[in-house]
């Protein structure tokens, strides 16, 4: 065999070593350690990629091609690792077509880099040294070396059918794979029996067979079909009028999505006395508090948070709302308000291009959005302008709305508490205690009650304007701040000597409602998620979804007996909260894990809550049906 040959072969083994150890290395960060069953149908993949390309690459190209494999998957392999430990899901392809908003989050983004992710590309900084000193090395004797000189015309026809028998052996055990990891809900429980790429084979053929069937679906007989479902659940004991109806039937509506804000800060003191949200905490005293709402944000994030407000719908988990259903005619709050004379606006002080809001805004019907360029850029972050910049330039725009005696609508999207939380000294309103001074649960806290005065703030102007009274004030987190891996539930409990779960307390956000003239002081304690915050506004509002003809997959929270709804991104599909538990499955609901939202304690006997789980995946599922069969835009 002539040197050439043996070169091509060292470079596959080579190359497919490298492969196999990162992808031992990217198991580790998925799931803690490699776990060994899922690793035969990992390797056989990869295996099968290589002989692919072994096969079809010119011999003269086959040591690029090695090496471009090896870059592609390294930078995928690493993103991968990154996007896991910030969101605590294993990526599909689709989902990682989001990398392009990195640059916009890239102090959030740099804070969970780890030396040993970058790992990922240590061959290449060898490679690079090896070649560095090998050119030296041919300098100093004068000699060239080219090993295409010497290349012959005629295949090696016994290697390549080996080759050829390898690459079928791969590809029967990845169609294996393939069909087992389409019966596992779990995505996490699925990479980890079939592997990364056969992760990735399932999710490309269940999203074909999903838009296929999506195809021949009809949207009224979806709509019909969610009605039967939810009719089919207990949600009230007794039917009546709904509670509260109407309450703030005619009034304004200012609603203010809080950046990474959790329900831990609501109501709590620091060990100097210090309140982390005197304002938020005096709302919900003097109105309704709701401390057992939890997110349900799928990749998309914050706009994740404003499409499920707007519309009470799921996110798909397969792809921002914004970017993927953008170009559809959504129904929502904004559309169903405009059909009662109101004005609907947004504000956000990053460019409205920032998780293609600029396509999310029309589909919602916003009737104005304000972004960047309308504030003036005090510097408090990467984004630009303070919340309290945003709430002056929108109470601007309110009182000329008001001025016209027009109702309207403003969402506001907080990001002074956005990651990794740093305010600056000009800003900083709270007296932290020493021992929390220079820790990101210090800097948290800090941006917390930043934005909880720059509320104060406003409330200040609205009553300096005359809309105080004639408006109501919604207040939500959008999502958790606080990552397990840089401040632990450990941590917190002892810093603050509250109890804190790492999931359930993680996922736990404010959801406040305060309506002027009304001294509710309820605390209400149903079970919620961000797709019932519509139905629960709107009943305030005096505007029935029955009669308004809308579609909501959530429900009004002070208008049940009791409540379930699903999560999946953060959790694995056919996660579920409802009144008493957090349930995450296994390979199946079986094998699944239950705590209490009460008391943070384990549950044992979960069987009960079987119909929880179906009914919950079965709504989800529905609910992409319905968001894919909306109407585009023309």
Same mark, same amino acid.
């Given at each position: 065999m002539d040197r050439i040959n043996v070169w091509y072969k060292s470079k596959l083994v080579m190359i497919?070593? &490298?492969?196999? &150890?990162? &992808?031992? &290395?990217? !198991?580790? *960060?998925f799931f803690g350690e490699i776990y060994w069953s899922g690793l035969p149908g990992e390797l056989l993949s990869v295996l099968g990629l290589l002989c692919l390309a072994e096969l079809l690459a010119p011999n003269r190209g086959k040591g690029v091609v090695f090496w471009?494999?090896?870059?592609? *998957?390294?930078?995928?392999?690493?993103s991968s690792a990154l996007y896991y430990a910030h969101f605590g899901t294993v990526p599909t392809y689709a989902v990682l077509s989001g990398l392009n908003q990195v640059p916009q989050v890239r102090a959030s983004i740099g804070a969970?880099? !780890?030396?040993?992710? *970058?790992?990922? *590309? +240590?061959?290449?900084?060898? +490679?690079?040294?090896?070649?560095?000193?090998?050119?030296?090395r041919r300098r100093r004797r004068g000699v060239v070396y080219t090993y295409f000189s010497e290349e012959r015309k005629n295949r090696r026809w016994g290697w390549n059918a080996g080759v050829a028998g390898l690459l079928l052996v791969s590809m029967v055990s990845s169609v294996y794979c393939v069909s087992q990891g389409k019966q596992i809900n779990n995505e996490l429980v699925r990479a980890e029996k079939i592997g990364f790429l056969n992760y990735q084979a399932v999710a490309a053929i269940s999203s074909r067979e999903e838009d296929r069937i999506i195809a021949e679906g009809d949207i009224e007989q979806t709509r019909a079909d969610i009605a039967k479902l939810q009719g089919s659940y207990p949600y009230r004991i007794q039917e009546g009028a709904p509670d509260y109806f109407g309450i703030a039937k005619g009034m304004n509506l200012i609603v203010i999505q809080m950046e990474s804000f959790q329900n831990f800060p609501i109501n709590l003191k620091l060990n100097n006395g210090a309140e982390i949200t005197p304002v938020l905490n005096k709302l919900a005293a003097e109105g309704i508090y709701f401390p057992h709402v939890?997110?349900?944000i799928g990749q998309g994030n914050t706009s994740d948070a404003e499409f499920m407000?707007?519309?009470?719908?799921?996110?798909? +988990?397969? %792809?921002?709302?914004?970017t993927g259903y953008g170009n559809r005619e959504l129904p929502s709050l904004p559309r169903m308000l405009q059909q009662h004379g109101y004005t609907a606006n947004t504000f956000h002080v990053n460019k409205v291009t920032f998780w293609d809001r600029n396509k999310l805004y029309p589909a919602l019907n916003f009737n104005q959005y304000y972004d960047k360029a309308a504030f003036k850029n005090d510097h408090f972050n990467d984004y630009g302008a303070s919340d309290e910049e945003m709430y002056r330039v929108g109470v601007e725009k309110m009182e000329d709305l008001h001025a016209r005696n027009k109702p309207f609508y403003a969402q506001f999207v907080t990001t002074s508490s956005h990651s990794p939380f740093i305010v600056p000294a000009s800003f900083q309103q709270i007296e932290l205690p020493d021992e929390l001074k220079g820790t990101n649960l210090g800097n948290y806290i800090n941006a %917390?009650?930043?934005t909880d005065y720059a509320i104060g703030q406003l409330i200040e102007q609205l009553k300096a304007a005359g809309l105080w009274d004639s408006t109501m004030l919604v207040f939500y987190g959008d999502h958790f701040g606080l990552q397990p891996h840089e401040t632990s539930a450990a941590e917190i409990t002892a810093s603050l000597g509250i109890p804190y779960h790492e999931t359930i307390s993680r996922f736990n956000i404010p959801f406040i409602i305060h309506v002027p003239g009304k001294e509710l002081g309820i605390v209400a304690e149903r079970a919620g998620g961000q797709v019932d915050m519509l139905p629960t506004v709107a009943n305030l509002l005096g505007l029935s979804l029955d009669k308004e003809d809308f579609t909501a997959l959530g429900q009004d929270l002070l208008n049940i007996d009791r409540n379930v709804f699903g999560v999946r991104y953060y959790l694995p599909t056919g996660s579920f909260f409802n009144d008493e538990i957090l349930f995450i499955p296994g390979q199946g609901f079986e094998d699944g894990q239950a705590v209490s939202i009460k008391t943070l304690e384990p549950v044992a006997d979960f069987v009960k809550y079987r119909q929880d789980y179906d009914y919950v995946t079965s709504l989800m599922k529905l609910s992409d049906e319905y968001v894919k069969l909306l109407p585009k835009r023309r």
């Open positions: 497919g070593a &490298l492969l196999v &150890l990162k &992808l031992l &290395l990217l !198991r580790t *960060f471009s494999l090896n870059a592609v *998957f390294s930078f995928l392999f690493f969970l880099l !780890r030396p040993e992710q *970058f790992l990922f *590309f +240590a061959d290449f900084v060898l +490679a690079a040294g090896w070649q560095i000193l090998r050119a030296a939890y997110q349900q407000f707007n519309t009470s719908i799921y996110p798909t +988990a397969a %792809v921002a709302m914004s %917390v009650h930043y």
